[in-house]
């Protein structure tokens, strides 16, 4: 599990290669990973938009920037927590996966918080390396 705490805000990423939605053949390699982002802080937040750095093995970099999450955009009072699941594909066996959300608190400021910096392996990266 990956994890990163910005202003009391905790986000811990579980990251899963799916072999039945992958394809050495037609070079698709697909993760889920699992999100839960808890408020270990004071004040009831809202989680407004995402920003992703996605990079392959090759390090081609794609940027995905959009509004929420799997299309909700949680409030989350002290001690909530929100978790989601969603996935990402790529046309190499490994890669990784970085990003911030924005955040809006009750008085109306925003700040950004990290989802940590998290792997993407699959078995056929993991034969190669060895």
């Not at 996605?54 to 509004?67: C, L, M, P, S, Y």
């Amino acid at each position: 599990m990956y994890r990163a705490v910005t202003r009391d805000i905790e986000v811990t990423v579980e990251p899963n290669f799916l072999p039945e939605r992958s394809s050495a053949e037609k070079q698709q390699y697909f993760w889920s990973y699992t999100i839960v982002i808890t408020n270990s802080g004071h004040e009831t937040v809202q989680l407004r938009t995402r920003h992703w750095i996605i990079t392959d093995a090759t390090g081609r970099r794609q940027e995905v920037r959009g509004e929420g999450v799997v299309g909700e955009q949680p409030v989350l009072a002290p001690g909530e927590r929100f978790e989601y699941t969603s996935g990402v594909p790529l046309p190499t066996t490994s890669g990784f996966m970085t990003g911030r959300y924005q955040m809006v608190n009750e008085s109306g400021e925003k700040f950004e918080i990290d989802v940590p910096t998290f792997s993407l392996d699959s078995p056929e990266a993991k034969r190669v390396l060895n």
